[in-house]
């Protein structure tokens, strides 16, 4: 507790605005930094696509564990150089294409990693540049085989709904047989039952 006392009256203002403004904009600059890190974390972990961020020359700088396993890229590995994108592709017209010498929408490209038939990946790659200033972009590599799976999971979804959706209303008239039946047998039976007692 600090108690400062002073003829004059008035002679201490209050705090000063300007600074207390600057406070809370660093503040929510702080919150808003945080959870952009935190939204750009989850994407790159839930996203079912391989994501790469590349700097100058195509220079890795971050990669999602999807594109980690699609590239066979292990950290431990890279002695500290940094590793190009480029290098990952079989072929050099996929280097091309991972150079961004040539149009980079959803162009096949093919890795040098081997998926566990045997058959080197192959990738549908896309490629987004981020802000000039920054000497980055992103790339998006979704995996054909996986597209597959999940095209084909899908089909049998859908089928399965329609046979579902077919069937829904014979199955209902069944039920409904079946509980009226049900009904009818015990009406029968105390029926039955009475003329027996009687």
């Not at 990669?63 to 079989?90: I, S, V, W």
Request: hydrophobic letters at 40%; proline letters at 3%; a negative charge.
């Amino acid at each position: 507790m600090l108690n400062v006392e002073c003829e004059t009256a008035q002679a201490f203002c209050g705090p000063d605005e300007a600074d207390l403004k600057a406070i809370v904009e660093s503040i929510e600059h702080s919150l808003m930094s945080r959870i952009l890190q935190e939204m750009k974390e989850c994407l790159m972990k839930e996203s079912d696509r391989g994501v790469v961020l590349v700097g100058m020359e195509c220079a890795i700088l971050e990669m999602n564990e999807t594109a980690a396993r699609l590239l066979d890229y292990h950290p431990e590995d890279a002695d500290g150089q940094p590793r190009y994108l480029p290098d990952y592709a079989k072929d050099e017209h996929s280097a091309e294409i991972l150079r961004g010498d040539v149009r980079t929408t959803k162009r096949r490209v093919t890795l040098r990693t081997k998926n566990a038939k045997g058959r080197n990946i192959t990738v549908l790659a896309s490629r987004v540049d981020l802000d000039a200033s920054f000497d980055t972009a992103f790339w998006f590599l979704n995996d054909l085989d996986g597209m597959e799976w999940t095209r084909s999971l899908r089909f049998l979804h859908e089928t399965a709904s329609d046979v579902a959706q077919q069937t829904r209303a014979p199955l209902t008239l069944a039920a409904l047989l079946a509980r009226e039946i049900s009904a009818i047998s015990k009406v029968e039976w105390l029926m039955r039952l009475t003329r027996h007692a009687g």
